[in-house]
């Protein structure tokens, strides 16, 4: 059982979440200088956690903050917040920031990164959106471009999810250039011409740890998939348009811009790919 009271990490000690504070000059909170993951944890284990981990480096490499643990530490520390919130499924939250320091744009000369875990609980995608799919508008990207780096500083993302909820959408495709690039907070598949297609990974979009799962499991199952661009009259003529994040794994969207993606209904190749997905979820959760 998830507790009422969560657990939380912050530099060094376990906490009630609701006593976790950061001094008001961490620079996460002045510049949005930092990184983070989100890992979802099945019946109490870490799914792909060296592959996040991984992200994790990565991203504090490329902005130049010090990874301050090794990942047996990174491992140690993830598994005791899940078990202090009581194993299950979850969803752990982990965020690096530059540390405290007085604002001043460039980087401090000695400031500590600042380590902030939590978790919640992972709720599964509500029946109807896996029966009906979900409605997702497109919108001209314009975040920056380094959109590789899973960085804390999320305003563009937050803009460009908003606008697409109060058009009643769950998602925001975005277009660069008059190709796709990722959702605001999630990576986009199409199936065209039987075909599974999904933008290839650089520095318009975050490699998401999911898409590279279901690219594998296409892969896997010998199902015909490509990482190539999708132009945008591409995406709009598409069979099939899924969504993919570590929170909604899977998700299918039946109506784009207000017109019906393919038949409106959730597709079959949706459908057999959530499939693959969801049995090697159970591996996770029965390991042999
Ligand atoms: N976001 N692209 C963006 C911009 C994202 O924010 C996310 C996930 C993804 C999917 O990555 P993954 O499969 O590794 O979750 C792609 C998380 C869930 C979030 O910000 O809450």
């Not at 202090?84 to 007085?102: C, F, H, K, M, W």
């Not at 990974?201 to 590279?212: A, E, H, S, V, Y």
């Not at 069979?239 to 899977?250: Q, V």
Request: aromatic share 6%; hydrophobic share 40%.
């Amino acid at each position: 059982m998830f507790p009422e009271q969560p657990a939380a990490y912050l530099n060094g000690e376990f906490l009630p979440l609701h006593q976790a504070c950061v001094p008001v000059l961490d620079r996460g909170f002045i510049f949005g200088d930092g990184v983070y993951e989100v890992i979802p944890v099945y019946a109490g284990r870490p799914f792909r956690l060296a592959h996040h981990l991984q992200r994790l480096a990565n991203s504090l490499a490329a902005v130049r903050i010090d990874n301050p643990h090794t990942d047996g530490e990174w491992e140690g520390l993830i598994a005791e917040l899940v078990r202090r919130n009581g194993e299950g499924d979850q969803s752990v939250y982990l965020q690096v920031t530059r540390g405290i320091a007085p604002r001043d744009h460039r980087f401090p000369a000695d400031s500590r990164p600042t380590v902030f875990l939590m978790s919640n609980p992972f709720k599964p995608v509500p029946e109807a959106e896996l029966r009906d799919g979900v409605a997702a508008v497109t919108l001209n990207d314009f975040r920056w471009e380094l959109c590789h780096i899973k960085s804390i500083s999320l305003l563009p993302n937050i803009l460009l999810r908003q606008q697409a909820v109060e058009h009643g959408a769950a998602e925001a495709i975005l277009l660069r250039n008059g190709k796709v690039t990722e959702g605001a907070a999630s990576n986009v598949f199409i199936v065209s011409d039987d075909v599974i297609v999904t933008p290839p990974k650089g520095d318009c979009l975050l490699p998401g740890i999911t898409r590279d799962l279901v690219v594998e499991l296409a892969m896997e199952h010998g199902l015909p998939c490509e990482e190539r661009d999708i132009p945008e009259n591409e995406l709009r003529r598409a069979g099939e348009i899924w969504l993919t994040s570590s929170t909604r794994e899977i998700l299918p969207v039946t109506r784009l811009d207000d017109i019906p993606v393919g038949d409106g209904r959730p597709g079959p190749v949706w459908r057999d790919m959530l499939g693959h997905y969801h049995r090697f979820v159970d591996t996770l959760r029965r390991p042999a």
